[in-house]
């Protein structure tokens, strides 16, 4: 799998704040908190980076995705009662005009962490459910 242990890094630093924070906070909160737990594992993030989107020579608006992991994996934390096709949509979209191939969805809400693995490739994009 492509980026599977950067992936599993992120994921184990999910499952850490989940713990901890427990479900029931805004998602504002767990974004925070990953971003210390990703620091502290000596990972390089970005956070709220906006990427212009253009058509035809004219500027559209900024993309902002929640965070990016050493340039390869985007990370975004969602309090939701279940992942939908939106959802998915919304990573594609980010992998798109990033030029990134994975995407992390990572939700907070229920008692255990529930996580979707979004790839895009070579070929048609796809998406893996790898939750717990």
Do not use: C
């Not at 965070?67 to 949509?89: G, M, Q, R, S, Y």
């Not at 979707?116 to 717990?132: E, M, T």
């Amino acid at each position: 799998m492509k980026h599977e242990n950067l992936t599993h890094s992120i994921i184990g630093a999910a499952m850490k704040v989940h713990s901890k924070l427990k479900p029931g906070l805004d998602e504002s909160f767990y974004e925070k908190a990953l971003v210390i737990e990703l620091a502290r594992m000596g990972l390089k993030i970005e956070n709220q980076r906006e990427f212009p989107i253009f058509y035809e020579g004219h500027f559209l608006g900024n993309l902002i995705p929640d965070l990016i992991v050493e340039n390869a994996v985007i990370a975004d934390p969602k309090v939701t009662t279940a992942f939908n096709e939106a959802h998915v949509a919304q990573m594609l979209g980010y992998l798109n005009a990033t030029g990134l191939e994975v995407a992390l969805l990572l939700n907070f809400k229920h008692a255990s962490l529930e996580w979707k693995r979004v790839v895009v490739g070579n070929g048609p994009a796809h998406q893996a459910d790898l939750s717990a």
